[in-house]
């Protein structure tokens, strides 16, 4: 059986990115424990059977759950995993787990693997949030450790003409 997972409540305010920087570790939910990690297996194990009975309860899972396992060391695997083999519509409702979210999940030190995850795959206009949450914020991005990443992502992956505002930045 699956952990259930607590969504944490801040959101990352743009004004406040400096502080935010200095404590990433707010938007981290405690390391998981060996029963968690075990659950995480079994899900990792489930979605490389796309065809076995408990594919879609445990994709079910991890689309309802994605921000939360996002957050954690082994359940932002699960949540790359499901957007590999998952649907075009669970991988939309995968990314939309991230919209308000972006500026956290590039600070998080697991979570941005995800939102660069979504980038690579998804559609460049499913995409377009990921822009638009970072407006303004390009240069702090492109200084930072997992910001960086995001924007090569971004550049690699979007038209030239959507990631044209964040690059001038």
């Known amino acids: 059986n699956f952990s259930n997972f607590e969504e944490p409540s801040s959101a990352a305010d743009p004004a406040n990115l400096g502080q935010l920087e200095k404590t990433e570790n707010v938007n981290r939910l ?5 029963a968690e990690e075990a659950a995480m297996d079994t899900a990792l ?3 490389d059977n796309v065809d076995g009975a408990n594919f879609r309860p445990t994709m079910d899972w991890v689309v309802s ?3 939360p396992l996002a957050l954690t060391r082994n359940g932002c695997r699960v949540v790359q995993k499901a957007i590999d083999v998952g649907s075009l519509k669970d991988q939309k409702a995968i990314a939309e787990k991230l919209h308000g979210r972006v500026l956290e999940a590039m600070l998080s030190p697991h979570a941005n693997h995800v939102l660069k995850k979504c980038i690579e795959i998804l ?6 949030f990921v822009l638009t949450e970072l407006q303004g914020n390009g240069a702090f991005a492109a200084r930072h450790r997992f910001g960086c990443r995001i924007l090569q992502r971004l550049i690699e992956h979007c038209p030239a003409s959507q990631a044209e505002g964040i690059i001038s930045e």
């Open 45 to 47: 194990l489930e979605l």
């Open 30 to 34: 405690p390391e998981v424990n060996s």
């Open 65 to 67: 759950t994605a921000w």
């Open 123 to 128: 559609p460049g206009e499913s995409m377009f």
